[in-house]
């Protein structure tokens, strides 16, 4: 699978490498400007085993072009890897002062087959967990900053069974045995990001609201994504959540939209559309002390001053049987009847007027 960014966004990517459970290597290769964070700038040219579509030689791909793979396991990130033969995760480990190199590529070299070298070192007793942690988030950081990338190139290869594809091999070295689900880092990725401009469009309208997909949450949400998260019945626009907490209009649907990418909720559209007024202002007024008085000193409720006049005209019962109220109508008199029998007698209809002259006047 392989497409255009601007086509399929990295959000949507990653929910559905979620939603499919899905192991293999997701290869995104950002077309870089002026205005992409400089952390993504990083990287060399691209390695002969990607074959990404054709269109990526264009022109407007000769920027300046960052490649980075990302590896997943049953829809769970394990690993970044800047290029297919870097070891990025030996160098973190270097550059933090936590064991020198010699001894790092040894216990790489003693590491067993097709097991994670994170996991190996702490089963060593050479690293602890939080360190093993801290360098998987560093390496998460490097996947946030290319969701700030709305144009660019990607190829998803699964990997087979066998953990092999293509001759591509899982990169165990590059795995600290930490994993987190795909859409838990859109959520965090999203949180960081400054530019919505290529999200504008994706963005649910404030007239709409939210439906709950979940019973629980599975995994932490911050603060207004919780509010909105409670909030979520189907009924309350984001523009009048937006008026309960007080909060910007645009900020809500940023964050409604992280909630529904990650499959929290869904958007759903009003029927009877508000025009974004929040809907205390939609409410019926409620009646005046003074009304209320008068309407609990009448006797009945035709004596209400809200009701003053509504005996004053009936309205014309018509029933079933037409029959039954030709005649009963008080717009309807009997002269009226005698004026029409009299005018088709003139016109020589005298089969209707024995029609009409078998009703009572």
């Known amino acids: ?54 269109e990526i030689g264009s022109a407007a791909a000769q920027k300046t072009i960052a490649l980075c793979y990302i590896w997943f396991e049953k829809g769970r990130l394990v690993a970044i890897t800047d290029d297919a033969n870097r070891q990025r995760l030996i160098d973190l480990i270097e550059n933090r002062g936590w064991l020198g190199r010699r001894v790092i590529e040894k216990l790489a070299d003693l590491c067993p087959a097709e097991y994670p070298f994170g996991l190996y070192l702490k089963t060593m007793g050479v690293l602890k967990a939080e360190q093993l942690q801290l360098l998987f988030q560093m390496n998460l950081h490097q996947v946030y900053k290319l969701f700030e990338v709305t144009s660019g190139w990607f190829m998803f290869e699964v990997l087979s069974s066998d953990k092999t594809t293509n001759n591509l091999a899982t990169p165990w070295l590059e795995m600290t045995g930490n994993s987190m689900r795909a859409t838990e880092v859109t959520l965090f990725a999203l949180r960081l990001v400054k530019n919505w401009t290529g999200f504008f469009d994706k963005l649910p309208d404030l007239n709409s609201a939210l439906r709950p997909l979940v019973r629980q949450v599975p995994f932490r949400l911050d603060t207004q994504e919780l509010e909105l998260w409670q909030l979520a019945d189907e009924i309350t626009s984001l523009d009048e959540m937006a008026f309960k907490l007080k909060r910007a209009s645009d900020s809500i649907q940023k964050t409604a939209f992280r909630l529904i990418i990650t499959g929290l909720v869904e958007e759903v559209f009003q029927d009877l559309p508000t025009n974004g007024m929040p809907a205390q202002f939609l409410q019926p007024k409620p009646l005046s002390p003074a009304v209320i008085a008068q309407e609990a000193a009448s006797k009945t409720i035709g004596q ?12 014309v019962t018509i029933s079933a049987n037409p029959d039954s109220n030709f005649g009963k109508s008080p717009d309807t008199s009997g002269s009226i009847i005698k004026n029409l029998i009299s005018f088709l007698r003139n016109n020589g209809n005298s089969s209707r007027i024995e029609i009409i002259n078998s009703f009572p006047l």
């Open 1 to 54: 699978m392989s497409g255009s960014l601007e086509t399929v966004s990295l959000p949507e990517l990653f929910r559905l490498i979620d939603l499919s459970t899905k192991t293999g290597r997701l290869t995104v290769q950002p077309l870089v400007d002026e205005n992409t964070p400089c952390a993504i700038r990083v990287g060399k040219a691209r390695p002969r085993d990607v074959a990404l579509p054709k």
């Open 304 to 315: 209400s001053p809200r009701y003053a006049n509504a005996n004053r005209e009936k309205p």
